[in-house]
């Protein structure tokens, strides 16, 4: 099979290209590199560096191979920045998307993996979050997804594309064989940003409110490993033969800020440089997945189902490369 992975030099996008490489299959990665690294593709994968507004370029791609399936994981994803640029976000992430599906559609790829976010729910009424809570964004960053989710949904009775929006929550920890990590420019998921403080390679780790209401005050997240979130997306693809999806992907347990930073500490056996502060503008206190819908349908289960497993595998990474793959580049 071949597969086009569009982002894959990112942080999710590289572990799913490693994922792929390693069933057998061959990979196209589409990355402008904005964001991406180039040395996070391996090199048995094709690479093609162009932005996907780029729509010549986009239809090049599909002229000069055809795909089985295409895994979208280019995105803007920040919600900070989407607060200070929400048109912005919902230019990019939605025409770009759509463009992207569209072009799949006309080349006869009808399955389409749609990397979504769990900020479609905005702040969930009930906990674990399942597919069917009321999608109530409340940053432009999630109602950009939700848009794409949309949309996609309707080009299934249109064109025949079946598509799986897979809601990620927390994305964590690194390939365990140390062959791909987590490095963002600038980096703003806290288990990285906790252990790279621990590292002395980032000021103290910055703790976005105290005051939530939650068992210590911090905002509660479930945290999910790459590789298992990898594992989700090629789990997906047999089921798109009945039709179009939506997947809610977590380990269905939820950690606070503290709890992340005392497993930081357990596994680095040294204390987490932070200092405390407001609440950041779009954060919800709890999102935690229910996963058992993907879990009945496809098998899927987390193989790194422990928050310290999945730190264990994300320090060692940065333990042995704390400037990311710009060190790897530059060797």
Same mark, same amino acid.
């Given at each position: 099979m071949r597969y086009l992975v569009s982002g894959g030099a990112g942080y999710v996008g590289s572990h799913l290209v490693l994922a792929l490489l390693d069933a057998g299959h061959e990979v196209v990665v589409l990355d402008d590199l904005s964001m991406g690294h180039r040395a996070a593709v391996p090199t048995s994968a094709e690479f093609v560096q162009a932005t996907l507004s780029d729509r010549a370029r986009v239809q090049e791609i599909f002229s000069a191979w055809s795909f089985d399936a295409v895994f979208h994981m280019a995105a803007l994803s920040?919600?900070?920045d989407s607060m200070k640029e929400p048109l912005r976000y919902c230019r990019e992430?939605? *025409?770009?998307?759509?463009?992207?599906a569209e072009t799949a559609a006309r080349a006869g790829c009808t399955k389409f993996v749609l990397s979504s976010t769990a900020a479609v729910f905005g702040v969930p009424r009930e906990v674990p979050i399942t597919e069917e809570a009321p999608t109530t964004p409340v940053n432009p960053y999630g109602l950009s997804k939700l848009m794409v989710e949309q949309a996609l949904a309707w080009a299934e009775g249109a064109h025949g594309l079946r598509s799986a929006a897979l809601r990620y929550f927390n994305a964590a920890g690194?390939?365990? *064989?140390?062959r791909a990590g987590e490095d963002h420019d600038p980096e703003t998921h806290l288990i990285p940003r906790a252990i790279l403080a621990t590292l002395g390679e980032l000021p103290p780790l910055h703790v976005f409110g105290t005051d939530y209401d939650t068992p210590d005050g911090t905002a509660v997240r479930d945290y999910v490993h790459v590789a298992d979130l990898a594992a989700a997306h090629i789990a997906v693809l047999p089921r798109l033969d009945q039709g179009s999806v939506r997947y809610n992907i977590g380990n269905g347990a939820g950690h606070s800020v503290r709890e992340v930073m005392a497993a930081v500490e357990r596994v680095a056996g040294r204390p987490v440089p932070h200092e405390n502060g407001p609440r950041r503008a779009g954060d919800p206190p709890a999102l935690v997945a229910s996963s058992a819908r993907l879990r009945a349908e496809t098998g899927w289960t987390p193989r790194f189902a422990e928050l310290d497993q999945i730190v264990r595998t994300a320090w060692d990474w940065h333990a042995a490369q704390p400037n990311g793959y710009r060190a790897r580049a530059a060797a």
């Open positions: 920040l919600v900070g992430n939605v *025409a770009n998307s759509l463009f992207l690194a390939d365990p *064989a140390g």
